[in-house]
């Protein structure tokens, strides 16, 4: 099902803003396309980029967009669920792969300390301003002053404000099916796509509320369908178990919830797989282990480096 949120909606209104020049800009450069002479070379290819969700291990997608960036290759399309869409929705801004490290590192947690064990034990350091006192309003965390924050770093507020098109994936809590974001204001469709139960609280649209994307369609690369090539990128990882007999509450919901969305998703793989898998081998990081960049990273690099050699092998067979 599309949606969309009406602009009003939007949690930061920045006026004449960068966004909103870029899309005009974009607007203008279409209205003189029919006078630029064209040349003899072969088109671009289209590519469609799919952002998992995954939490923590999400900032694998940095490395995705490092490897476009290096090969000057600009998505046609993204499409993204929970982290994927937080993600995503930086990158469809115009940020470079370093952009977005930069600006998500300046907001985690010291780097002896995971998030997720801070939130267990209530020391909260820098993470404070962004909890919930209590479950009363149906979840932990602020997801209103973490997507301020991303509106402050991408400077857009609306769908049409982006350089590249994106599709926004959350899940309809009452009629239990997809609802994709396409256009609209762009913070209250990725603070619903991120809604993961128990964490963040559910977001009001229309007459329904919305949770994460990732309980319907945690790596939405079928929504790329007008693309020659789809790069899907799962970042759901694997657990091994730690020794203690019982894990946490949030633990066992971050977990179950994740073997449901592993499920879903392969299903999908088994019937129509994308072009380009990309699925780096992730080991127990937790899903709000952001503090530990440079272990997602080092563990991710393997598949980001044979993605580049993938990519790097078409362009060349398309030469």
Known sequence: MLASFEESDAMMQHGFSRGRRRALALM???ALAPWVAVGEARPEPRIGLALGSGGARGLAHILVFEVLDMLELRPHRIAGSSIGAVMGSLYAAGLSAQDIHDALDRVTVARDESWFQALLDRELT???????????RGGL??????????????????????EIPLRVVATDFWAREMVVFESGALWP????????????????????????????NPLPYDLLGDCDLVIAVDVLGTRTPDGSEVPSSLDSI???????????????????PPDFLVRPDIQDVRVLDFHRFEDIFEQARPARDALEADLRQYLDRRS
């Open 126 to 136: 820098r993470w404070l301003r962004f909890v919930e006192p209590g479950f009363e």
């Open 254 to 272: 971050f977990n179950t919830f994740q073997i449901m969305q592993a499920a879903i998703l392969g299903e999908k793989l088994r019937k129509s």
């Open 189 to 216: 469709a990725v603070r619903a796509s991120m809604a993961m139960p128990g964490l963040f609280k559910p977001v009001s649209h229309q007459d329904t509320l919305l949770v994460d994307g990732g309980l319907t």
């Open 28 to 30: 203008l450069g279409a």
């Open 141 to 162: 965390v602020k997801a209103e002053a973490f997507t301020e924050f991303l509106a402050e770093t991408a400077d857009v507020t609306a769908f049409e404000e982006l």
